[in-house]
C-alpha cells in the first residue's frame, strides 16, 4: 500500500554537483509526472511520461533529464545543480482516470 | 493553455468562523477541477474534485466546493473551520485529454485564531 514513493526526502547539494531523484509507483498507472514547488508559484510541471520509454517537456524542464525505463519507476536528474534548483520536488503518477497521486516530496538545497 | 489564479494569498479565520478560499480557472473546455491542502513540511492531501454532474461536490474534513461555470470559478468552502485546518490549499485544473497535468494555482495560507 505505499503508493507513490520517492527518495531521497531530503538532500543537500553544492553548486555544479549531480544527483538523482527516484520515484516508484505501485500502483500500474501509466502516467507519471515530475512537479518542483517554490514559495508563491504553486507546483510547475517539469517533465511528463504517458508510458514507459516515453517522456515529454513540461512548463520548467531546463536543467533536468528524465528516465522513464519501467511502467514503475521515473526518475529525474539535475546534472549540474544550481541555487536555482532549490526547491520541493513532487513525483505523480494517474491511472487511466483523470485523479492524480502525489508523493510526498523531496526537499532539495542547493548550496 | 488552462491557468489556475487564487486571488488571496493569505487568509486568518476565527476557530469556528466559515471559510471561502476562491479559485477561478481558464480553459477553453470543461475542465477537471481540484483542491489540495499541504501541511507544512508535508505532501499534498486530496481535498475534492470536479470532473462533472453536480456543481457541488463534497469532500473530506467537512470541506465543500461550488463549480460555477459562469464565473470560471471553483470555490472552497467550509462552515466551520477548525484548528486543525491551517494549512496551504491549492486548487489546480486538469484538461480532459492529452497529457492531463494539473495546473496548480499559487496557493492560499489559511492561518486559523484561536
Known amino acids: 500500500n505505499a503508493g507513490v514513493t520517492q527518495t531521497p526526502k531530503f538532500q543537500v547539494l553544492k553548486t555544479g554537483q549531480s544527483m538523482t531523484l527516484q520515484c516508484a509507483q505501485d500502483?500500474?498507472?501509466?502516467?507519471m509526472y515530475w512537479y518542483r514547488q517554490d514559495p508563491g508559484m504553486g507546483l510547475r510541471l517539469i517533465y511528463y511520461?504517458?508510458?514507459?520509454?516515453?517522456?515529454d517537456k513540461g512548463e520548467v524542464p531546463n536543467g533536468y533529464n528524465v528516465s522513464r525505463l519501467n511502467k514503475r519507476e521515473f526518475s529525474l536528474r539535475l546534472e549540474s545543480a544550481a541555487p536555482s534548483q532549490t526547491s520541493v520536488y513532487f513525483c505523480?503518477?494517474?491511472?487511466?482516470?483523470?485523479?492524480?497521486?502525489f508523493g510526498e516530496g523531496s526537499w532539495l538545497t542547493v548550496v | 493553455a488552462q491557468s489556475v489564479t487564487q486571488p488571496d494569498i493569505h487568509i486568518t479565520v476565527s476557530e469556528g468562523a466559515s471559510l471561502e478560499l476562491r479559485c477561478n480557472y481558464s480553459?477553453?473546455?470543461?475542465?477537471?477541477l481540484f483542491w489540495y491542502v499541504q501541511s507544512p513540511g508535508q505532501g499534498l492531501q486530496l481535498l475534492l474534485k470536479?470532473?462533472?454532474?453536480?456543481?457541488l461536490v463534497q469532500g473530506i474534513k467537512g470541506f465543500e466546493a461550488e463549480f460555477k461555470r459562469s464565473q470560471s470559478s471553483f470555490n472552497l468552502r467550509k462552515p466551520s473551520v477548525h484548528w486543525s485546518d491551517a494549512a496551504e490549499y491549492f486548487c489546480?485544473?486538469?484538461?480532459?485529454?492529452?497529457?492531463?497535468?494539473?495546473?496548480f494555482g499559487s496557493g492560499t495560507r489559511l492561518q486559523v485564531q484561536p
Open positions: 489546480a485544473v486538469a484538461p480532459d485529454t492529452g497529457r492531463r497535468a494539473l495546473t
Open positions: 505523480a503518477s494517474r491511472p487511466t482516470g483523470n485523479t492524480i497521486y
Open positions: 480553459y477553453g473546455a470543461t475542465p477537471y
Open positions: 500502483m500500474n498507472h501509466n502516467s
Open positions: 470536479y470532473f462533472s454532474g453536480d456543481t
Open positions: 511520461s504517458a508510458s514507459e520509454g516515453t517522456t
